[in-house]
């Protein structure tokens, strides 16, 4: 992925609302409520941050199942709220990520904050995982094979997390969760859905904010807008359920 220069990161990261295609960003926006019902139990005798924390800690962490691990500083596992009704997954960590050993952290990090905030939650009510857990050389785009090779890790964090929605940025993270071939461009804007669990769990693919800050038009941010309105409205038709 391509950073854009620092000056025009700063000048993009001026006004949230530019940023996100819309003349008013609903940050007034409340925040959905916990539903009634209570989220399906983690494995027996663990709860979901132990869950997480054994995974990255005995398995993540040393993992050399495919050649990323050769070009990593450190693995980078995910972060977030075990109990969120969001995941948001992406495809790898960059340069930054690699050197923190923590998601989205970049410039396009900022963006999702952004973004994160216009739907009126914050950083610490979603949680956040990538397909890939070593950063691809160059910060190049994860291969398929490395997906396969590297997805299971997210499979077990989805099972740990249960999520009411996904939201999958960018393309290798939408094909790996939907197990297809077609492009962002054809997926976003519509409702899929991640089947691996019962029931299955919303997917809404939409770009990611490094394209976005790459491809900085009034048609891209209009597009992305209205992929996060629908999440929030997924949302809040989970929080208004019985």
């Not at 940023?19 to 409340?30: E, M, Q, Y």
């Not at 398929?144 to 999958?168: D, F, H, K, N, W």
Request: hydrophobic letters at 35%.
């Amino acid at each position: 992925m391509t950073v854009p220069h620092p000056q025009r990161v700063l000048r993009q990261h001026l006004d949230t609302d530019r940023l996100l295609g819309v003349d008013a960003v609903p940050l007034s926006a409340s925040v959905p409520a916990a539903p009634d019902a209570p989220a399906p139990a983690p494995p027996p005798g663990r709860d979901k941050r132990e869950t997480l924390a054994t995974l990255d800690q005995f398995q993540v962490q040393s993992c050399t199942r495919c050649d990323l691990y050769r070009h990593r500083t450190q693995t980078v596992f995910g972060e977030g709220n075990p109990d969120a009704e969001l995941m948001i997954v992406g495809e790898g960590p960059g340069a930054q990520e690699d050197r923190l050993g923590r998601p989205f952290v970049g410039p396009a990090g900022e963006l999702l904050d952004k973004q994160i905030v216009a739907m009126g939650l914050t950083r610490s009510h979603v949680y956040i995982a990538n397909v890939v857990k070593c950063r691809p050389p160059n910060n190049r785009t994860p291969t398929a094979v490395e997906a396969r090779t590297c997805g299971s890790y997210l499979q077990q964090q989805i099972a740990a997390v249960r999520p009411r929605v996904i939201l999958a940025v960018g393309g290798p993270a939408a094909k790996f969760l939907l197990d297809t071939d077609t492009g962002i461009t054809r997926l976003r804007g519509s409702w899929h859905r991640y089947d691996n669990l019962d029931p299955p769990i919303p997917v809404m693919p939409t770009f990611h904010p490094a394209y976005l800050l790459r491809a900085y038009t009034a048609e891209n941010r209009r597009l992305v807008w209205e992929d996060l309105q629908q999440v929030m409205r997924k949302l809040n038709h989970f929080a208004d359920s019985p």
